[in-house]
């Protein structure tokens, strides 16, 4: 199997399995216990908490774990919807946002919320100053997402964030697609919260993090004791805290390695090569993930494309239902018709993606007859 879906989840490191092992036998003391073990359990999520805060560039108070990205959005959203509702009830997210945003907002929606869903350009991107004439002295908060999981497309969060400051509103991204691929700082990008999604990460799956600039309260999603600072209630799970922990420590090497870039425009340049204009780039040329690559098979379904890939594991830009083809919600947004839609294929190429897998797809997918 060539695995080429990295952006659904990776694999786990084999350094991040082998700092995860101490704590599944020996050290297992709960960190708010006082005794040797619980100190031990302690240090360890605290070192992980400070791996964390250094891809980010920001405090170790600033991070809370938490069990994904999932779980870091709706932190965020319905943190700021709750504690924020004698201000305003007013929110502001894109029209490609993923679930994990959308359907916090919708569920707000129910509770009296309004929301605003903004458009984007060809490329998926979001205008900062379609941001700024959305705002009103009731908005409370804008959640972009610092880069698209189908098209890969880099959001202008410095932009955005600039907006929201002018406008004293709140600003989070979701840069789970993004940790260990782009180098993140969220003092450049200025962001109030930011998401972080572990298994993306070459981390284990049931893992992430959020950080919370220093000095924002905000209602915790999860009550309980007072774990992680009063934010996020919950023994805290050691063994994931470390697996995250080790895993943005090796990410912030692996960033310094442009192998992936020049592995995914090889692939591009080839598929141009072979297909010419039957073949689509969907999202930006250059703003996007050096690892993604969305491109559509014009006038073949991509369901059938990646049927035909046998061995080789990507995703499609639509969903089939019936035997009837809908192009995705990202691409429909984008303005991408449903015959250049219907064939998008997302290849996600990996920290493990060698020239010779890329080489053996390529042949394969020049066995697609037209």
Request: net charge negative; charged share 25%.
């Given at each position: 199997m060539i695995y080429?879906?990295?952006n659904a989840t990776t694999p786990i490191d084999k350094e991040v399995a082998d700092a995860m092992i101490p704590y599944l036998y020996g050290n297992y003391g709960n960190p708010s216990s006082t005794h040797e073990l619980g100190v031990t359990a302690k240090g360890a999520v605290e070192n992980a908490r400070r791996q964390v805060a250094t891809i980010l560039n920001c405090s170790p108070?600033?991070?809370?774990?938490?069990?994904?990205?999932?779980?870091?959005?709706?932190?965020?959203?319905?943190?700021?919807?709750?504690?924020?509702?004698?201000?305003?009830?007013?929110?502001?997210?894109?029209?490609?946002?993923?679930?994990?945003?959308?359907?916090?907002?919708k569920y707000l929606e129910k509770l009296g919320y309004e929301v605003s869903y903004l458009p984007v350009d060809e490329y998926g991107i979001v205008n900062p100053s379609d941001v700024?004439?959305?705002?009103?002295?009731?908005?409370?908060?804008?959640?972009?997402?610092?880069?698209?999981?189908?098209?890969?497309?880099?959001?202008?969060?410095?932009?955005i964030s600039k907006v929201c400051k002018k406008h004293n509103v709140l600003f989070h991204t979701d840069a789970s697609q993004s940790i260990g691929k782009v180098p993140i700082d969220v003092k450049s990008l200025?962001?109030?919260?930011?998401?972080?999604?572990?298994?993306?990460?070459?981390?284990?799956?049931?893992?992430?993090?959020?950080?919370?600039?220093?000095?924002?309260?905000?209602?915790p999603l999860i009550h309980g004791a007072g774990h992680e600072g009063g934010k996020r209630a919950g023994t805290e799970n050691i063994i994931l805290d470390v697996a995250l922990g080790k895993a943005c420590e090796?990410?912030?090497?692996?960033?310094?390695?442009?192998?992936?870039?020049?592995?995914?425009?090889?692939?591009?340049?080839?598929?141009?090569?072979?297909?010419?204009?039957?073949?689509?780039?969907?999202?930006?040329?250059?703003?996007?993930?050096?690892?993604?690559?969305?491109?559509?098979?014009?006038?073949?379904?991509?369901?059938?494309?990646?049927?035909?890939?046998?061995?080789?594991a990507a995703s499609t830009g639509s969903a089939c239902h019936s035997g009837m083809t809908t192009i995705?919600?990202?691409?429909?947004?984008?303005?991408?018709?449903?015959?250049?839609?219907?064939?998008?294929?997302?290849?996600?190429?990996?920290?493990?993606?060698?020239?010779?897998?890329?080489?053996?797809?390529?042949?394969?997918?020049?066995?697609?007859k037209y």
């Open positions: 080429l879906d990295y108070e600033e991070i809370i774990f938490t069990s994904g990205g999932s779980e870091s959005n709706n932190t965020v959203i319905k943190g700021v919807a709750f504690t924020y509702k004698n201000k305003g009830s007013h929110i502001i997210t894109s029209q490609v946002e993923h679930p994990a945003i959308i359907n916090p907002c700024e004439k959305l705002i009103t002295d009731k908005t409370i908060l804008v959640t972009i997402m610092h880069s698209n999981n189908e098209t890969g497309t880099l959001q202008p969060i410095e932009e200025g962001v109030d919260f930011l998401t972080v999604a572990g298994h993306k990460l070459y981390a284990p799956k049931g893992i992430g993090a959020l950080y919370i600039r220093d000095g924002i309260h905000i209602e090796l990410a912030v090497d692996a960033l310094k390695d442009n192998k992936t870039k020049q592995l995914t425009d090889y692939f591009y340049s080839k598929l141009k090569e072979n297909f010419g204009d039957k073949i689509h780039l969907n999202g930006h040329p250059e703003k996007r993930l050096p690892n993604t690559l969305n491109v559509s098979f014009i006038g073949r379904n991509g369901h059938e494309v990646l049927n035909s890939l046998h061995e080789i995705s919600p990202v691409l429909r947004a984008m303005g991408v018709s449903d015959e250049i839609g219907r064939g998008a294929v997302r290849f996600s190429l990996g920290r493990y993606t060698t020239k010779e897998e890329i080489d053996v797809v390529i042949e394969k997918i020049n066995n697609i």
